[in-house]
Nanobody, 124 residues
Framework: QVRLTESGGGAVQAGASLRLSCTSSGNTFSNNGVGWFRQAPGKEREFVSSISWNGGDTLYADSVKGRFTISRDRYKHTVSLQMNDLEPEDTAVYYC?????????????????WGQGTQVTVSS
Protein backbone atom coordinates (compact mmCIF):
# COMPACT_ATOMS: atom_id res chain seq x y z
CA GLN A 1 0.00 0.00 0.00
CA VAL A 2 1.32 3.42 -0.98
CA ARG A 3 0.06 6.36 1.05
CA LEU A 4 0.40 9.79 -0.47
CA THR A 5 0.26 13.13 1.26
CA GLU A 6 0.15 16.45 -0.56
CA SER A 7 1.23 19.75 0.93
CA GLY A 8 2.04 23.28 -0.16
CA GLY A 9 -1.33 24.51 -1.33
CA GLY A 10 -2.65 27.92 -0.43
CA ALA A 11 -4.31 31.12 -1.55
CA VAL A 12 -2.25 33.48 -3.69
CA GLN A 13 -2.71 36.27 -6.19
CA ALA A 14 -2.27 35.89 -9.92
CA GLY A 15 1.37 35.84 -10.93
CA ALA A 16 2.55 34.28 -7.69
CA SER A 17 4.25 30.92 -7.23
CA LEU A 18 3.55 27.86 -5.12
CA ARG A 19 5.41 24.61 -4.67
CA LEU A 20 3.37 21.49 -4.05
CA SER A 21 4.93 18.41 -2.54
CA CYS A 22 3.78 14.82 -2.53
CA THR A 23 5.34 12.47 -0.04
CA SER A 24 4.89 8.72 0.05
CA SER A 25 4.82 6.49 3.08
CA GLY A 26 4.21 2.83 3.64
CA ASN A 27 5.43 1.31 0.40
CA THR A 28 7.16 4.23 -1.25
CA PHE A 29 6.76 5.23 -4.89
CA SER A 30 10.44 5.26 -5.75
CA ASN A 31 9.92 2.89 -8.69
CA ASN A 32 6.59 4.30 -9.83
CA GLY A 33 5.48 6.98 -12.19
CA VAL A 34 3.85 9.84 -10.29
CA GLY A 35 1.36 12.35 -11.56
CA TRP A 36 -0.43 15.50 -10.52
CA PHE A 37 -4.06 16.04 -11.37
CA ARG A 38 -6.45 18.81 -10.44
CA GLN A 39 -10.16 19.30 -10.12
CA ALA A 40 -11.88 22.65 -10.14
CA PRO A 41 -15.41 23.11 -8.77
CA GLY A 42 -17.97 21.81 -11.21
CA LYS A 43 -15.34 20.39 -13.53
CA GLU A 44 -13.87 16.99 -14.16
CA ARG A 45 -10.50 16.03 -12.85
CA GLU A 46 -7.76 16.84 -15.34
CA PHE A 47 -4.15 15.88 -15.86
CA VAL A 48 -1.50 18.42 -14.92
CA SER A 49 1.90 16.74 -15.00
CA SER A 50 3.65 13.42 -14.61
CA ILE A 51 7.16 12.12 -14.03
CA SER A 52 8.72 8.71 -14.61
CA TRP A 53 10.32 6.65 -11.87
CA ASN A 54 13.80 8.09 -12.42
CA GLY A 55 12.77 11.58 -13.46
CA GLY A 56 13.97 11.01 -17.00
CA ASP A 57 10.59 11.59 -18.61
CA THR A 58 8.09 14.31 -17.80
CA LEU A 59 4.72 15.23 -19.24
CA TYR A 60 2.72 18.43 -18.95
CA ALA A 61 -0.74 19.58 -19.86
CA ASP A 62 -0.65 22.30 -22.50
CA SER A 63 -2.26 24.72 -20.07
CA VAL A 64 0.70 24.57 -17.67
CA LYS A 65 3.67 24.11 -20.00
CA GLY A 66 6.33 26.68 -19.36
CA ARG A 67 4.86 27.60 -15.97
CA PHE A 68 4.91 24.35 -13.97
CA THR A 69 7.87 22.06 -13.36
CA ILE A 70 7.67 18.57 -11.89
CA SER A 71 10.63 16.96 -10.15
CA ARG A 72 11.33 14.14 -7.76
CA ASP A 73 13.74 13.10 -5.07
CA ARG A 74 13.71 9.32 -4.96
CA TYR A 75 15.65 9.16 -1.74
CA LYS A 76 13.29 11.52 0.06
CA HIS A 77 10.28 9.81 -1.53
CA THR A 78 8.97 13.16 -2.67
CA VAL A 79 7.61 14.54 -5.91
CA SER A 80 7.28 18.30 -6.24
CA LEU A 81 5.33 20.56 -8.55
CA GLN A 82 6.73 24.06 -8.85
CA MET A 83 3.98 26.35 -10.09
CA ASN A 84 4.97 29.77 -11.35
CA ASP A 85 2.97 32.63 -12.83
CA LEU A 86 -0.24 31.23 -11.41
CA GLU A 87 -3.52 32.18 -13.03
CA PRO A 88 -7.07 32.18 -11.61
CA GLU A 89 -7.77 29.26 -13.96
CA ASP A 90 -5.29 27.20 -11.92
CA THR A 91 -7.64 27.27 -8.94
CA ALA A 92 -8.45 23.68 -8.03
CA VAL A 93 -7.80 20.86 -5.64
CA TYR A 94 -4.51 19.28 -6.66
CA TYR A 95 -4.05 15.55 -6.26
CA CYS A 96 -0.92 13.47 -6.33
CA UNK A 97 -1.16 9.94 -7.70
CA UNK A 98 1.18 6.98 -8.02
CA UNK A 99 0.98 4.58 -10.93
CA UNK A 100 1.66 0.88 -11.00
CA UNK A 101 3.93 1.46 -13.98
CA UNK A 102 7.33 3.14 -13.91
CA UNK A 103 6.68 5.49 -16.80
CA UNK A 104 4.98 8.87 -16.85
CA UNK A 105 1.38 8.94 -18.00
CA UNK A 106 -1.36 11.49 -18.55
CA UNK A 107 -4.13 8.92 -18.16
CA UNK A 108 -5.82 8.88 -14.78
CA UNK A 109 -6.56 5.20 -15.27
CA UNK A 110 -2.84 4.47 -15.02
CA UNK A 111 -2.79 5.58 -11.40
CA UNK A 112 -3.58 3.29 -8.53
CA UNK A 113 -2.92 5.36 -5.44
CA TRP A 114 -4.23 8.85 -4.77
CA GLY A 115 -3.69 11.45 -2.10
CA GLN A 116 -6.38 13.49 -0.40
CA GLY A 117 -5.58 16.66 -2.30
CA THR A 118 -4.44 20.18 -1.47
CA GLN A 119 -6.35 23.33 -2.33
CA VAL A 120 -4.82 25.97 -4.57
CA THR A 121 -6.71 29.23 -4.93
CA VAL A 122 -5.52 31.98 -7.24
CA SER A 123 -7.24 35.35 -7.15
CA SER A 124 -7.07 37.99 -9.85
Amino acid sequence: QVRLTESGGGAVQAGASLRLSCTSSGNTFSNNGVGWFRQAPGKEREFVSSISWNGGDTLYADSVKGRFTISRDRYKHTVSLQMNDLEPEDTAVYYCAAALRASASSASTAYRYWGQGTQVTVSS
